[in-house]
C-alpha cells in the first residue's frame, strides 16, 4: 500500500534532477520523504543508513523494499565529494584533494595520533580573510560549502580509513577541527547545521566535545555559535595588541582584541572544565619575545584557556620564518609558569603541504 501511494506521488519529481540526501537534517528528509507519502519511520530508515552505516547505494537498504529502493535510486541520491589527489606523509598524515560537483576543491587532512584521530575540514573554497602567515589566506575567496559538502568530507575520510559503522567502539576518526580552507563562522548556517547532523547521536555520533571550531575572531558570530552548538572553541589569535594583529589578522580592524575577548568571556561553553584554546603561531622576530609571552598571559587573565604555540610552515615565497626552537620553548614556560597549559604543536603533513596554514587549492573565483 505504501509502495502504491509513493508511485502516484513521485511522478511529480521524475524531470526534477535528483536530491541529494547528504547534509540534509532528519526534518529535512522526513518532510522530503511525506511529501511523496512515505511516513517517518522511512525517513529513520535511510537516515541510519547513511549516517550510521555509511552507505551511499539504495540497493543496499535491506530493510526496504525492492521496489521502493529502486524509486528512491532514481529520484535521489547520497552524494559525496571525489578525491582529485592524496598526499601521504612520512609521518601518517594524510591530505586528500576533494573535487566539489562543480569543479571546484578543497583540501581535508587526516591527522592519527596513538589515542585518537583527528579530521581536520574545510567550510570555505579559499578564504577572505588574507592573514599574512597563512597560504589558504592567499587564494581568494570562490565560494561557501554548503552542509552536504562539509559532512561529505567527514564521510569520504570515514570510507577512505573503513571506519564504519559509526558507532564502533574502536572509531579511528575521534575529533573534528574546522581549521581547514576558510572561516567557519563567515558561512555560519551551512557550519552549524553540518555540526548538529555530525553530533546526532543515531548517525556518526561525535559529542561537542570531539569537535572545535577555530576562527579568526567574527565577533557577532562567536556568542551564537556557543548558544546553538557549544562545540570546543579555537581562537586565531598571534599577537598581543592591535597593531600586530592588524598586520597579521586584517579582521581585527573590524573586531578588534577587546571585542574577541568580551565575545570569548561570553562563549556559553567556558567553564574550568571547558577552556578556550588561543592559538599563536610563532614568528622569528615578530611575536616570539619573552614580553610577548607576559602580554598574553596578562590578555587572557580570568578565562579559561590553554595556548597552543604553533611552530610556524612556511610555504612558498611566505614572508616568514618559524621562530628558533629555544624562543618557541622559553615563550612556552612562561605561559605555564602562569598556570595555563601551552603545549607545542608538533608540525603534522609538513612534507605534503598539509600542516597548519599550507593549505590551498588551485579554484578560480565564481564569476556571477
Partial sequence: MEDNKFKTSISSLENNPKTNLLGL????????????NLPNFRASQIWNWIYRSGTIDFNEMTNISKELRSLLSKNFNIWRPKISSTHHSQDGTIKWLLKLDDGNEVETVWIPDEERGTLCISSQVGCTLTCKFCHTGTQRLVRNLSSSEIVGQVMLAMDQLKDWPSASENRLLTSIVLMGMGEPLFNYDNVKKAIEIIMDHSGIS???????????GIVPEIKKCGDDLGVNLAISLHATNDNLRNELVPINKKYDIKQLLDAVRSYARISNSRRVTWEYV???????TAQDAKNLVKLIKGIPSKINLIPFNEWPCSPYECSEEDSINNFAKIIMKAGYASPIRTPRGRDVMAACGQLKSLSIKQKN
Fill in 25 to 36: 537534517t532528519k526534518a529535512e528528509i522526513k518532510s522530503l520523504l511525506n511529501k511523496i
Fill in 206 to 216: 561525535l559529542s561537542r566535545r570531539r569537535i572545535t571550531l577555530s576562527t579568526s
Fill in 282 to 288: 610563532m614568528l622569528k622576530g615578530v611575536n616570539d
